[in-house]
């Protein structure tokens, strides 16, 4: 390999093989609400029109919390969904569903 070059794997060829494990495909479907919160999160402030920064002034918080939030790296608490909420002119709606049939 010449220096320098760096051998890249399309994404979707790594996805199609990690998806072959089945420990892979556990791990990940156990992390789909993380994920699906942390889109809302970047969703409701892209709906808002706000920078992380500009949404951090209005909750009183850090930027690089907003950004751990939408990183998935941070839980939050339903205090802090609120203020969220409130700072993007939202509202927190909580729903429980049945879970499906495996």
Do not use: C
Request: positive net charge; proline residues 4%; aromatic residues 8%.
């Amino acid at each position: 390999m010449t220096k320098g070059k760096k051998k890249t794997i399309p994404v979707q060829t790594a996805f199609d093989e990690w998806h072959k494990d089945p420990e892979y495909v556990a791990e990940f479907a156990a992390l789909e609400n993380t994920f699906a919160l942390a889109d809302r999160f970047i969703k409701a402030r892209g709906a808002a029109g706000l920078t992380q920064q500009e949404l951090a002034e209005r909750m009183e918080t850090s930027q690089s919390f907003i950004a751990r939030l939408e990183g998935a790296k941070e839980t939050p608490s339903t205090r802090t969904l609120n203020r969220f909420a409130k700072a993007t002119g939202h509202r927190v709606v909580i729903n429980f569903e049945p879970l499906t049939a495996q």
